[in-house]
């Protein structure tokens, strides 16, 4: 399947359009449907405060305006106009309140959701898209949804319940000012909703993709500052970002011109409304068939209902912008995964670790062809086998297809008699420990990086593993002990401290099968000793899988493949292939000529 879409490309996403991304955030409002029918009450009774308002300072006008009626009247239509204040203030103030928690639990499970369907896609998607990126992405639809929300709920509804309401009233009081306003009200709403949608859309989307690129630069550059310290290169980065920064701000400042030149057309509709319903209203007062409160109540009438139709302004810039930022996360969404657990699978139970490849095809989507065609093997419970060949020979991609990274195009593999497409992912996983040559830690402790493999793992059991790793010793010895935050990816910890950790975690995880990336190649020869005599306790009554980049660390092994292009040219032990002079013979050469 191909990306949905590319951090590189300031195009941006995927687009869907206004309706589906709103559809998106329909749904996170059903979850709570009490709630949001609650909040619309309150909305509308303050709306309807507001829309009697002008009513009661015509009243009041009216009746202050009458010197005989002054004492009969006047105080009632103040208490009626204070009144209506008053109950505005107050409906709205709590209708706030319940949208505050409304809002907040969608937007927790906005990103809840969001990243489960990160977490969800391939490894491929991953190495396809900036880690920074797709966080900003989460986290900038939170704030998208709220945005939509207050558009919607706070301001759109009131705004047309008002602004049809004044046109009503109007119209009952003088039919033609009503038809008057009702034009004047479709013709700027309609004007907004146009303008915003093919003209300001297109640029507000450019602006996000690169601020969805900001974040993904910032997170490389960040992580990788020890390379950059490394070269000195400090002032190259900034000269980098600065120049995406750069062009972000063109973008947003063009974004940002075109709601201004928008709001041209949009002063200009509130002078004609004013311009001629205030004529109206003089002309009627004029001739005798408008009374002071008539008088007031048109201004108070075009005052309200210019507010409102400002405010439609800002509401159609806040639904734009926010449906633009909620857009990534309503494409996730509708993004099944690439790789997905059949309906019903089963976990994975297997126990023995047997691995067999029965007539298995495989090949990458972006090089053509395939590397694996009706590849066949089968490995032993309990046996060691090495993995040799030269970088694209398969050894790496071998692993991957073990572990259901990816798929099969033909054929299929069984571990334990049990096809592995067609059982749960995390569970086959589970029953795979694998040690990489470089891990990547978490910036938790250390106990809870050991005890990412078992969670529910006491401490006892987090201390047997790390010295079994031959890890306790150096961990004891840090202030904090098991306690001790290991920085991003374990940057506090040397390179044979992550190794050690590593491996405790796999003794944790117990799984029978076991996958060994040369997890000593890159160690200091004392360092090396302490982990490989970890790695060999480690491999004792498991399948064993060695990715071997020097063939001195797989003498032992009970079977060498030498891969070539996807296919086992070699296979034997160490010193029956030495002797039979082939490929491996040659590797061997080259290697211990290396060294």
């Not at 009216?62 to 008053?86: E, K, Q």
């Not at 259901?404 to 049990?418: E, F, K, P, S, T």
């Amino acid at each position: 399947m191909s990306e949905i879409y590319d951090d590189e490309d300031d195009r941006g996403p995927r687009v869907l359009t206004n309706t589906q991304v709103l559809g998106y955030i329909w749904k996170k409002w059903l979850l709570q449907p009490g709630r949001l029918t609650w909040i619309m009450a309150l909305f509308l009774v303050s709306t309807a405060c507001d829309i009697a308002i002008p009513w009661a300072s015509r009243a009041l006008v009216n009746a202050v305006a009458d010197p005989s009626r002054l004492a009969d009247n006047a105080w009632v239509a103040w208490a009626a106009l204070t009144g209506l204040y008053l109950a505005f203030y107050t409906v709205r103030t709590f209708g706030f309140r319940a949208l505050n928690v409304f809002s907040s639990t969608n937007m927790q499970q906005i990103a809840d959701e969001g990243f489960k369907n990160v977490q969800s896609f391939s490894s491929e998607w991953h190495n396809s898209n900036f880690a920074g990126s797709t966080v900003r992405k989460v986290t900038r639809a939170m704030w998208g949804y709220d945005m939509v929300t207050d558009a919607i709920l706070i301001m759109l509804i009131p705004t047309l319940l008002v602004l049809s309401g004044m046109a009503i009233a109007m119209g009952v009081r003088w039919p033609l000012a009503g038809v008057f306003v009702a034009s004047v009200v479709v013709i700027f709403m309609t004007y907004n909703i146009l303008a915003t949608r093919y003209y300001i859309r297109p640029v507000n989307l450019i602006s996000n993709a690169l601020d969805t690129r900001i974040g993904g630069a910032l997170a490389d550059a960040i992580s990788g500052n020890a390379v950059v310290k490394g070269f000195g290169a400090e002032a190259r980065e900034e000269q980098r970002f600065g120049k995406l920064a750069a062009e972000w701000q063109r973008a947003v400042s063009r974004t940002w011109n075109r709601f201004n030149t928008v709001g041209v057309i949009q002063n200009f509709l509130l002078l004609v409304l004013q311009a001629g319903l205030t004529g109206f209203v003089v002309d009627a007062r004029a001739k005798g068939t408008a009374t002071p409160g008539d008088v007031v109540f048109a201004i108070t009438s075009f005052m309200l209902m210019a507010g409102y139709m400002r405010n439609f302004s800002e509401i159609t810039r806040m639904l734009q912008r926010g449906l633009d930022d909620t857009l990534d996360v309503a494409v996730f969404a509708r993004t099944p995964p690439q790789l997905a657990d059949k309906p019903g699978a089963p976990d994975f139970l297997g126990e023995m670790g047997e691995i067999v490849f029965e007539k298995a095809s495989f090949g990458y989507e972006n090089q053509g062809g395939q590397l694996y065609s009706d590849f066949s093997l089968t490995i032993r419970p309990g046996e060691r086998v090495a993995l040799v060949g030269p970088t694209g020979s398969g050894k790496t991609t071998f692993v991957k297809l073990v572990q259901r990274l990816y798929d099969l195009q033909g054929g299929r593999i069984v571990i334990d008699g049990i096809d592995i497409a067609g059982v749960t992912q995390g569970s086959l996983r589970r029953a795979i420990a694998v040690v990489p040559q470089d891990p990547a830690l978490f910036h938790r402790s250390i106990a809870e990086n050991i005890a990412y493999a078992r969670p529910d793992a006491t401490p006892d059991e987090i201390e047997l593993a790390a010295r079994r790793a031959r890890a306790h010793d150096f961990i004891s010895k840090l202030p904090l002990g098991y306690d001790t935050l290991v920085g991003e990816r374990g940057v506090k910890l040397s390179g044979g401290e992550r190794q050690r950790v590593a491996i405790a975690r796999a003794f944790l995880a117990d799984a029978p099968i076991l996958v060994l990336d040369e997890a000593t190649s890159s160690l200091d020869v004392e360092t090396e000793k302490q982990v490989q005599a970890a790695v060999e306790e480690l491999m004792v009554g498991r399948t064993t899988i060695v990715i071997a980049h020097r063939l001195s660390t797989i003498r032992s092994a009970d079977r060498i493949l030498v891969f070539d292009k996807g296919r086992i040219v070699e296979e034997g032990a160490h010193r029956d292939l030495v002797n039979a002079g082939g490929a491996y013979a040659r590797l061997h050469a080259v290697t211990e000529g290396a060294h």
